[in-house]
């Protein structure tokens, strides 16, 4: 059995439902986590969802996972433009790394448009809304069982 799945969620997320919701939706991070667990559930993996305004609590998670995860799926949210201590902290990962964005970032204004992260990914999710969320959790899930049947 893989080890658990991160689910990371940067600045502002925690704030989901309330925040822009013309741009973001009306759906709550709580409500995002019960559809991560029933899915991470389903596919057998330890959920590990977390989310913070921090940015070194993120870099810590990410070590966390560097030692334990099975995959991580991450929406950094603001910190996808500039940050390049999350960068070098998922660089360090050669478990598989989804990256999710609730909205359609290569079609936002060109502060929100380039993600720093995406090179380092094994998968972008971009503009799927929180549903977005569970396919991510699929495609790290294909990507373990992937790894697993080449080795």
Not at 49 to 76: K, M, T
Not at 103 to 108: A, K, P, V
Not at 111 to 124: G, K, W
Request: proline content about 5%; aromatic content about 6%.
């Amino acid at each position: 059995m893989p080890g658990p799945i991160y689910v990371l969620n940067g600045p502002n997320l925690d704030m989901l439902g309330q925040r822009e919701p013309e741009l973001y939706g009306t759906t709550t991070l709580a409500d995002i986590e019960k559809d991560c667990a029933a899915v991470a559930s389903e596919l057998g993996y330890d959920l590990r969802f977390l989310q913070s305004n921090a940015e070194h609590e993120i870099i810590d998670w990410l070590h966390d996972a560097y030692r334990e995860a099975g995959a991580v799926v991450i929406n950094p949210a603001g910190l996808s433009f500039h940050s390049v201590p999350v960068l070098d902290a998922l660089r360090m990962l050669s478990i598989p790394i989804v990256e999710i964005h609730l909205t359609n970032i290569h079609g936002r204004d060109e502060a929100h448009r380039h993600s720093l992260m995406s090179p380092v990914a094994t998968t972008v999710i971009a503009g799927a809304g929180a549903f977005g969320y569970q396919l991510a959790i699929r495609s790290a899930d294909r990507s373990v069982q992937q790894n697993t049947s080449n080795q």
